[in-house]
């Protein structure tokens, strides 16, 4: 495809290749969020193993090895940090959703502050959305660029004075996440965990806590979870790459229990 004759971007002329690329144009990506602790990738083969299934899935053919090797070294450099790695399938060898196959895929690598002691409050409040996701199981897991579910989320939680965190249901009604965590809730003296087969990221920090719950023997239940049974859940707790496992202490207004087996898990994750 020949590139435009001019690209204006905020009205002063750029580059004219990196508009094209379809990570940009459509989507046409996946990105991971990751923590560096004392110069090392936390949770790095989580991650790997979770962006190497999502390029499969989409075929994308990025050079894996050498986007970490880059990871790695910049995570080395910056010692403590929030990296945000972004592969997208690049720029457009035509016009049109369909790729060639001919596409370069290119790596976006960002490093941030990490964390700031006391980022989180004291009470975490969650409150239900109205928003939803979207079901379409060819999608169901992948960390994808397209977040505009979740930025119409985010925009409809600012109506929720003061909440951290908004639960969102799939188009079917029933439970899938927050707008930016997995969940866990304990209702009826047993630990669940929204299944993502249809629509939902697949966060690291989830497959960390099911791992780690399995060490430490608290039986958790990967399952459909009902709207109804989160509303009477006893306690609630929030998983991403950034925020580690925490423990909610409101839902829609509700005082939320500290689970002990909730609690133990959060503190093992945090060891790691």
Same mark, same amino acid.
């Given at each position: 495809?020949?590139?435009?004759?001019?690209?204006?971007?905020?009205?002063?002329?750029?580059? %004219?290749?990196?508009?094209?690329?379809?990570?940009?144009?459509?989507?046409?990506?996946?990105?991971?969020?990751?923590?560096?602790?004392?110069?090392?990738?936390?949770? +790095? %083969?989580?991650?790997?193993?979770?962006?190497?299934?999502?390029?499969?899935?989409?075929?994308?053919?990025?050079?894996?090895?050498?986007?970490?090797?880059? #990871?790695?070294?910049?995570? #080395?450099?910056?010692?403590?940090?929030?990296?945000?790695?972004?592969?997208?399938?690049?720029?457009?060898? &035509?016009?049109?959703?369909?790729?060639?196959?001919?596409?370069?895929?290119?790596?976006?690598?960002?490093?941030?502050?990490?964390?700031?002691?006391?980022?989180?409050? +004291?009470?975490?409040?969650?409150?239900?959305?109205?928003?939803?996701?979207?079901?379409?199981?060819?999608?169901?897991?992948?960390?994808? $660029?397209?977040?505009?579910?979740?930025?119409? %989320?985010?925009?409809?939680?600012?109506?929720?004075?003061?909440?951290?965190?908004? /639960?969102? $249901?799939?188009?079917?009604?029933? /439970? !899938?996440?927050?707008?930016?965590?997995?969940?866990?809730?304990?209702?009826?003296?047993?630990?669940?965990?929204?299944? /993502?087969?249809? $629509?939902?990221?697949?966060? !690291?920090?989830?497959?960390? %806590?099911?791992?780690?719950?399995?060490?430490?023997?608290?039986?958790?239940?990967?399952?459909?979870?009902?709207?109804? #049974?989160?509303?009477? $859940?006893?306690?609630?707790?929030?998983?991403? #790459?950034?925020?580690?496992?925490?423990?909610?202490?409101?839902?829609?207004?509700?005082?939320?229990?500290?689970?002990?087996?909730?609690?133990? /898990? &959060?503190?093992?994750?945090?060891?790691?």
């Amino acid at each position: 495809m020949s590139m435009p004759a001019e690209v204006l971007v905020d009205g002063l002329p750029a580059d %004219a290749r990196w508009p094209m690329d379809r990570g940009l144009l459509y989507g046409d990506g996946l990105f991971e969020t990751m923590l560096a602790r004392h110069g090392a990738i936390r949770f +790095e %083969a989580d991650h790997s193993a979770r962006l190497a299934e999502g390029c499969r899935r989409l075929g994308i053919n990025a050079d894996l090895p050498r986007i970490w090797s880059d #990871a790695r070294a910049a995570a #080395a450099r910056h010692v403590d940090a929030t990296l945000r790695l972004q592969v997208t399938r690049g720029v457009a060898e &035509a016009r049109g959703y369909t790729p060639t196959g001919r596409e370069q895929p290119c790596a976006i690598l960002a490093m941030f502050a990490p964390p700031a002691p006391g980022e989180l409050p +004291e009470r975490i409040r969650v409150s239900t959305l109205e928003a939803q996701l979207g079901e379409n199981p060819a999608l169901a897991g992948l960390k994808h $660029c397209n977040r505009l579910e979740q930025v119409l %989320a985010r925009q409809a939680l600012q109506a929720h004075s003061g909440a951290f965190e908004g /639960l969102m $249901c799939s188009s079917s009604g029933v /439970l !899938v996440s927050g707008t930016m965590s997995n969940v866990f809730i304990e209702v009826d003296g047993e630990i669940l965990t929204p299944a /993502l087969d249809r $629509c939902g990221v697949a966060g !690291v920090l989830r497959a960390v %806590a099911l791992r780690e719950a399995g060490q430490l023997g608290i039986p958790v239940q990967v399952t459909t979870v009902a709207p109804a #049974a989160a509303a009477r $859940c006893s306690a609630l707790a929030l998983s991403n #790459a950034r925020m580690g496992l925490v423990m909610a202490h409101e839902l829609d207004g509700r005082a939320l229990a500290i689970s002990p087996r909730l609690q133990a /898990l &959060a503190q093992r994750v945090a060891q790691l």
